[in-house]
């Protein structure tokens, strides 16, 4: 069992009123030069635990993410951290320019020192407010993105491209990636559609659990492997790792971890595209029929708890890397910061001859 961490880099000020997008007079750069601090802290108790990757990804205009650019943090991580891989999962396609995106990730690959996995992915329905695409545009726009990318690193001579979303007269990526023919690419699956296309293409799988039933995960990892797919599942999931079982329950009601809904734009502002995506993302009941199940992490509990739970979703899943998330809108950094440390001290210690085997 494999394990990265990732820091959304929330913004260092609990109890600010909610909402998104946040207002800019609530912004202090000292806050924000806090926030890093903290996401920096966290990245260096994983790397000490033992945690193989470090993973970053693209929100924009909210207190839950200050990396909207995924791409400058993934430098400053490769840059601070020697020995372990870097994960850019983001950028989101539909936001970008793609030949852009591949130039600035090999810039990333050569830096690291070709430690980069890039992962590319539709986003959530506030990344369309904010930059503007139509969002029932974005499953095509990522895929025809995707294949651009890849491309543009790989061919040999000067080409065109004629697409349906992008179209360039003359390409030729400068400069190239120092994995090759291209680092590792995961593909973010929400159907067995998608995890088909991503096994077809010989990208490695992601699997979000906050917005992917664990019967949905399965069968995406089914059609993934049935389509030939040989590479590694990602699966990111919430964790939080309490003092005991009752102490934990009483956080989660507290503060709702887990609720992936209090990152969203709210009515009206949603277009009525962007709530049909986020219906396709966050809805319906995770869990099943009748009333939604209350949000709550993927793994929440005392340490030996989380411990049963991570491996029994392995077992059942078949994922490989586990991309683990402490932070939550509600929660304080103090209260992560413990949970990631019961996590490194008495959970991550039992994981590792698993992780050694793996």
Known sequence: MRLSLWNPVDYAAEG???????????????RGEES?????????????AGFEMLTVAEHHGGYGSLTPSPIVMAAALAQRYADVRIGILGPILPMSQPLRVAEELAMVDLISGGRTVVGFFRGIPNEYLAYGPPPADGAAM??????LIVRAW?????????????QHRSISVWPRPLQQPHPPVVLGATSPESAAWAAERGFDLGIFGAVVSDERARECVDAYRAAGGTGTVLYRAFIYVGEDDEQTEAQIARHELGNMRLLMAPEPRRSAAAARVAAELFGPPRHGGGSPA???????????????????????????????VFTFPRLSYEDAR??????CAQVVPELAPEAARA
């Open 16 to 30: 600010l009123p909610e909402g998104w997008p946040a207002p800019g007079r609530r912004w202090e750069p000292g």
């Open 36 to 48: 890093l601090r903290r996401a920096f802290e966290l990245y260096d108790m994983a790397t000490k």
């Open 142 to 147: 990522l895929r025809e993105a995707v294949e």
């Open 154 to 166: 790989q061919e040999p001579e000067v080409f065109g491209w004629e697409g349906v979303h992008y």
């Open 294 to 324: 209350p949000a709550r992490p993927q793994f929440a509990g005392a340490p030996d708890s989380v411990l049963a739970q991570v491996r029994d979703s392995q077992a059942r899943i078949g994922w490989e890397l586990l991309d683990c």
């Open 338 to 343: 413990g949970s990631l440390e019961r996590f």
